[in-house]
């Protein structure tokens, strides 16, 4: 914390917070406005993701201004501090649909940890299959878990968060653009199954579109995005205490 | 000078809700960083736990934590721009892998979906069966 609050002491270095911040929040609104405007577009939108758009342009940006990226991470530590209190903030979304997992507790159980196990295991064993750095194997674990818990997750596994987000970001966009053709390929009736696994595999992302299917798919996929990013934490954090 | 009008009332109104919702998470979170001296759990896992329960037992989840954390998951992604623009620094890392990486990431995503899904869709045309 200490070494969080230092840099804030000298009035220049203020100055450098909030024009980071501001133009930060500025990249962000006018890159979810023209995502809001791909709307039209389908097959466009999931790449025009605000956060890769809003990425790619501060990338561009450091790049043309010459400021080295490392300037620009020290300068956002407050943005980074804020990841702390969303995870904590996931707790009402979480207890809003707690009512639905005492309700179908036998049914969603089962599922639930299946996809919690199969969705890092099968891209591991791919990324092992062709010798794949360590470093990248470790950032790749957290990939179906809601970004705040993967950062976490990441940390605790010594694996890299920068990647990890980018992993988890991409997954998510996946899930989202495959799921519909999946579902009605498989013959997938209940609204039930198809949150569930949106859910899982591509946490909020997946999420959103769980609530153009319906609001019981919505909640459905809520919880089991959230269960998902515990139980996943309770593993890791018990195979290190071994 | 400006009057005082009911909606500028309101909005303060809001703005102490608001405020005070942070006190809760805050609260929690630092609850989260003592307890994580004793557990080897992220704080903000064990905040998030504490949270939860504190709504279930309340049994309701109080206003201003509503809406503080609205305020928070709304803004979510904007948390995470730094993460992503410093993966420039990591791209050496990646220059070599990122095909296998974005392959492993579909086709683990595909599998997780019809497994999951298919699995859910039996087990609950199951329970129904035994409803009936």
């Given at each position: 914390m200490s070494t969080l609050l230092t840099?804030?002491?000298s009035p220049a270095m203020v100055l450098y917070l909030a024009i980071n911040l501001f133009i930060t929040w500025l990249v962000f609104r006018l890159s979810s406005n023209l995502y809001k405007t791909c709307q039209h577009l389908p097959l466009l939108q999931p790449f025009c993701q605000p956060l890769i758009l809003s990425g790619l342009t501060l990338i561009l940006l450091l790049t043309l201004l010459g400021i080295p990226t490392v300037d620009y991470q020290e300068k956002s530590q407050i943005i980074m501090m804020m990841l702390a209190p969303a995870t904590v903030a996931l707790a009402v979304p979480l207890y809003k649909n707690l009512s639905v997992l005492k309700q179908y507790q036998s049914t969603i159980i089962l599922p639930l940890l299946l996809g919690a196990i199969i969705s890092p295991c099968s891209a591991l064993l791919l990324l092992w299959l062709f010798n794949v750095d360590s470093a990248l194997l470790l950032s790749m674990?957290?990939?179906?878990?809601?970004s705040p818990i993967a950062i976490d997750i990441t940390k605790l596994l010594g694996g890299i968060p920068a990647i990890a987000v980018i992993f988890v970001i991409i997954s998510g966009i996946i899930g989202a653009a495959i799921a519909t053709p999946i579902f009605s390929i498989l013959a997938i009736k209940h609204d039930i199954s198809k949150g569930l696994s949106l859910g899982v595999a591509s946490h909020a992302i997946g999420t959103s579109t769980a609530v153009q299917i319906s609001s019981q798919c919505a909640a459905f996929s809520v919880l089991a995005m959230c269960l998902n990013g515990l139980f996943t934490t309770l593993i890791i954090v018990s195979f290190s205490l071994l | 000078m400006q009057k005082i009008t009911s909606k500028m009332m309101l909005k303060l109104k809001k703005t102490q809700l608001i405020l005070l919702g942070f006190c809760h998470i805050f609260l929690y979170l630092l609850l989260g960083q003592w307890l994580s001296i004793l557990i080897p759990i992220p704080a903000a896992i064990i905040g998030l736990v504490i949270c939860t329960s504190i709504c279930l037992f309340l049994k309701k989840v109080p206003v201003s934590l509503e809406l503080a954390s609205n305020l928070l998951l709304k803004n979510?992604?904007?948390?995470?721009i730094p993460y992503v623009v410093t993966i420039t620094l990591y791209w050496p890392e990646l220059k070599e892998s990122w095909l296998v990486c974005l392959a492993a990431l579909f086709l683990s995503t595909l599998v997780t979906l019809a497994i999951t899904s298919l699995l859910c869709d039996k087990l609950v045309d199951h329970s129904k069966d035994l409803d009936k």
């Amino acid at each position: 914390m200490s070494t969080l609050l230092t840099p804030l002491l000298s009035p220049a270095m203020v100055l450098y917070l909030a024009i980071n911040l501001f133009i930060t929040w500025l990249v962000f609104r006018l890159s979810s406005n023209l995502y809001k405007t791909c709307q039209h577009l389908p097959l466009l939108q999931p790449f025009c993701q605000p956060l890769i758009l809003s990425g790619l342009t501060l990338i561009l940006l450091l790049t043309l201004l010459g400021i080295p990226t490392v300037d620009y991470q020290e300068k956002s530590q407050i943005i980074m501090m804020m990841l702390a209190p969303a995870t904590v903030a996931l707790a009402v979304p979480l207890y809003k649909n707690l009512s639905v997992l005492k309700q179908y507790q036998s049914t969603i159980i089962l599922p639930l940890l299946l996809g919690a196990i199969i969705s890092p295991c099968s891209a591991l064993l791919l990324l092992w299959l062709f010798n794949v750095d360590s470093a990248l194997l470790l950032s790749m674990v957290s990939k179906s878990i809601t970004s705040p818990i993967a950062i976490d997750i990441t940390k605790l596994l010594g694996g890299i968060p920068a990647i990890a987000v980018i992993f988890v970001i991409i997954s998510g966009i996946i899930g989202a653009a495959i799921a519909t053709p999946i579902f009605s390929i498989l013959a997938i009736k209940h609204d039930i199954s198809k949150g569930l696994s949106l859910g899982v595999a591509s946490h909020a992302i997946g999420t959103s579109t769980a609530v153009q299917i319906s609001s019981q798919c919505a909640a459905f996929s809520v919880l089991a995005m959230c269960l998902n990013g515990l139980f996943t934490t309770l593993i890791i954090v018990s195979f290190s205490l071994l | 000078m400006q009057k005082i009008t009911s909606k500028m009332m309101l909005k303060l109104k809001k703005t102490q809700l608001i405020l005070l919702g942070f006190c809760h998470i805050f609260l929690y979170l630092l609850l989260g960083q003592w307890l994580s001296i004793l557990i080897p759990i992220p704080a903000a896992i064990i905040g998030l736990v504490i949270c939860t329960s504190i709504c279930l037992f309340l049994k309701k989840v109080p206003v201003s934590l509503e809406l503080a954390s609205n305020l928070l998951l709304k803004n979510m992604a904007i948390l995470f721009i730094p993460y992503v623009v410093t993966i420039t620094l990591y791209w050496p890392e990646l220059k070599e892998s990122w095909l296998v990486c974005l392959a492993a990431l579909f086709l683990s995503t595909l599998v997780t979906l019809a497994i999951t899904s298919l699995l859910c869709d039996k087990l609950v045309d199951h329970s129904k069966d035994l409803d009936k």
